[in-house]
Each structure stands twice: as structure tokens, then as C-alpha cells.
């Protein structure tokens, strides 16, 4: 995509434009759609015209499900080129517009604290599979020193979950030193934050999120084991 969000989970085999007037029509891989702009939905992006990130998220969650939509939205706001106000308040104008209906839900799942792909397709685990919401990267200290921030916690259920993807490892990964030292620290680091908590830790992984109901009956499991 131009500003560079990730295209997990869409369908990137047509092109989809939006006309000022007329629309509703396919040729040669290229979807044409009717629609309106204002001027505040528009940007100067070198030499051409596109859409604001808002207007752009909206657009495209009205066209794809629930979940690719979350991971799309939440990249968005993670980066900073949209908050859930702005996209609530534009929303709101929009909602009458076809296929808006599922686009209200995203908004309101969406979350900037969201740090990678596999975060908010967990997260979407969770809320389809009807288990609690997660306090999103909690903070752990000892004393005044922080130890470490947490991607999910139910601090009331006394566990904690770490995605663990190879895009995460890498960006710990610091010169001079090797995957294992990398493991290694990571594992001292949650050694550390279970005994201050005294928490439990699960860390899913890729393949847990394709396997939804194993993984959900498992955080129930231990979230039920841990309250």
C-alpha cells in the first residue's frame, strides 16, 4: 500500500477505484466504484492525489473482513497516521454508505498499541472466540525500573501472553550478538517478569492462529487455571 501498511489477509488480485460519478462496474481487474470525496479526504502525495490514511481505512475495511480489517486499522494507528477519533468521526458520515455496516466493529476493535500483524490477529482471536479483553503492553517494575512491557495481560486472571514472531527476534537482534544470545536474554527477561508477578506466561506463535479453537480452549484453560 502507498504508505507502506502491510496487505496481510487482502486480496490484492484487482484494483479498486472510486469515481465521483458512476461506478458499479468490473473490467481487467480494475472494480469501479461510485462514491463521494471532500476536500479533508484528499492529500498531496508527490505528484499525485490520494486519499488520507482515514478516508483510506475506511475505504478499505468496507471491502475486506473483520480481521484483515484490524490488522490494517491498528497498523494505521500504531503509526500514528490516524486516531480512532478521527476514524469514528468520518465514519459516522460515512455509515450510511454500502458495506459500512462491519466498518463501525473495526474502529472500535482497533488499537495502536498493536505492534505487529501477529498482535492484532491474537487480539482477534480473543474477541471472536468471546474470551476477555487484554490489558495491551503492560508495564512490569521492580521498584522504579521497568522490566519489561508486556504485548497482552489479564492482570486479574494472573496471566500474561508474548506473540512470539521471527519479525519480533530480529528487532532484538542488536550487532555483534546471535540468535541465541537474543533467546537467552529473552528468556532471563520472562524468568523475571513471572517471578514478580507471579503470572503465568503463554506466547503464541504463526501457527496458533491457525489453529483458533485449540488455541482458544487454551488461554481459557489458563485463564481459568490462573484466576
Known amino acids: 500500500m502507498l504508505d507502506g501498511a502491510p496487505d496481510w489477509g487482502l486480496d490484492l488480485s484487482s484494483v479498486h477505484l472510486t469515481h465521483l460519478v458512476g461506478g458499479g462496474r468490473r473490467s481487467a481487474g480494475v ?20 486519499t488520507t490514511p482515514t478516508r483510506t481505512v ?3 475495511c468496507s471491502r475486506i473482513a473483520t480481521e484483515p480489517g484490524l490488522v ?14 478521527l476514524l469514528m468521526e468520518r465514519y459516522t458520515e460515512m455509515q ?6 462491519a466498518v463501525r466493529l473495526v474502529v472500535l476493535l482497533a488499537d495502536g498499541r498493536l505492534e505487529s500483524v501477529g498482535e492484532s490477529r491474537f487480539l482477534y482471536l480473543l474477541w471472536r472466540a468471546g474470551l476477555p479483553r487484554p490489558v ?9 525500573r521497568l522490566v519489561g512491557i508486556v504485548d497482552f495481560a489479564w492482570p486479574e ?4 501472553a508474548e506473540f512470539d514472531g521471527f ?8 550487532p555483534g550478538a546471535s540468535a541465541a544470545d537474543v533467546v537467552f536474554a529473552e528468556k532471563q527477561r520472562e524468568d523475571e517478569l513471572r517471578e514478580l508477578t507471579g503470572f503465568r506466561m503463554i506466547r503464541p506463535v504463526w501457527s496458533d492462529l491457525d489453529r483458533p479453537a485449540q488455541t482458544e480452549a487454551r488461554v481459557r484453560r489458563l485463564l481459568v487455571h490462573a484466576a
Open 96 to 101: 450510511r454508505w454500502p458495506h459500512m455496516i
Open 31 to 50: 472494480v469501479h466504484h461510485g462514491g463521494d470525496l471532500r476536500v479533508g479526504d484528499l492529500r498531496r502525495d508527490g505528484g499525485s492525489w490520494a
Open 72 to 85: 490494517l486499522t491498528s497498523w494505521y494507528l500504531h503509526q500514528g497516521l490516524t486516531t480512532p477519533e
Open 157 to 160: 486472571h494472573g496471566l500474561m
Open 58 to 60: 475506511l475505504d478499505t
Open 136 to 144: 495491551l503492553q503492560w508495564p512490569v517494575w521492580d521498584g522504579d
Open 167 to 174: 519479525v519480533k527476534y530480529g528487532r532484538l537482534l542488536k
